[in-house]
């Protein structure tokens, strides 16, 4: 694997290394000792797949609170999304910022997002599935929102909005 840190501290791209021959290719796509040398949470508890059967679907952007915030390693394994990720830990340098990275079944890239960001998607073909390794377990009473096109984080989503729950298009402004 190779992990390339983005411009968020601790929020890391996984690449695969492929080993290829004439029956395809073998990699290795989580390694928990090679997490922790770059200081990454390997804790998995939940696995969680999201299956999106329109282009343009929307989710996000989610996160859990204290004390129950979760590290999250993030792969498309069909289609393709465009994932975003906000740094809402307030004593960082890089606080309100976000990135986003396109995850498709075909680059095999994952995102490795940590705890105290928010995390959303937006499909950018039909029939679109992400797979989710959490290091906490789902906790309703802790479950937080931000809105996909609050001013305070001026995200470009690549496509129209499709789809999106009630939910998540109505969160309120973002506030410090």
Known sequence: MVLRETKLPGAF???LQKNEDERGFFARSWCRKEFEEHGLNPRTVQCNVSFNKLKGTLRGMHYQG????EAKL???TRGAIYDVI????CESVTYKQHVGEVLTSNNYRALFIPEGFAHGFQTLEDNSEVL???SE???PE???GLRYNDPAFDINWPID???ISHRDRNYGDFRD
């Open 142 to 144: 802790h479950q937080r």
């Open 13 to 15: 791209v996984i690449e």
């Open 161 to 163: 909005v499709a789809v």
């Open 137 to 139: 377990y789902y906790s």
């Open 66 to 69: 204290a004390p129950c915030a």
């Open 86 to 89: 906000i740094d809402l830990r």
């Open 132 to 134: 989710y390794q959490m």
């Open 74 to 76: 993030v792969r498309c």
